[in-house]
Nanobody, 121 residues
């Protein structure tokens, strides 16, 4: 069983930055594909970024490409999402997710509780 705990959300002005962290309780963290999703009010949950355990393959949604960076620290069992040049449309609850297969897209098995990110204009 994998438990995920996000932190680092908050309120920031447009153009600002935040770094989200997700700590995992799993003992084989280096074998998980990790991702960040987000869900804005009234909208579906969508993938923002992901990093595969195989070859470090990375995926970014078009809307965040060039502004967000996903990274992982395997010894610390933690994945990060550095968010720069934030826009009001980035406002959402951000969720950390994990799965065992190496594909960055597709269903994820484990989810955190989410952390709120609010970007003011």
């Amino acid at each position: 069983q994998v438990q995920l705990q996000e932190s680092g959300g908050g309120l920031v002005q447009a153009g600002g930055s935040l770094r989200l962290s997700c700590a995992s309780s799993g003992r084989t963290f280096s074998s998980y594909t990790m991702a960040w999703f987000r869900q804005a009010p009234g909208k579906e949950r969508t993938i923002v970024a992901a990093t595969s355990w195989r070859n470090g393959a990375v995926y970014y949604a078009d809307s965040v490409q060039g502004r967000f960076t996903i990274s992982r620290d395997n010894p610390k069992n933690t994945v990060y999402l550095q968010m720069n040049s934030l826009k009001p449309e980035d406002t959402a609850v951000y969720y950390c997710a994990a799965k065992y297969d190496s594909q960055t897209l597709g269903p994820y098995n484990y989810w955190g509780q989410g952390t709120q990110v609010t970007v003011s204009s």
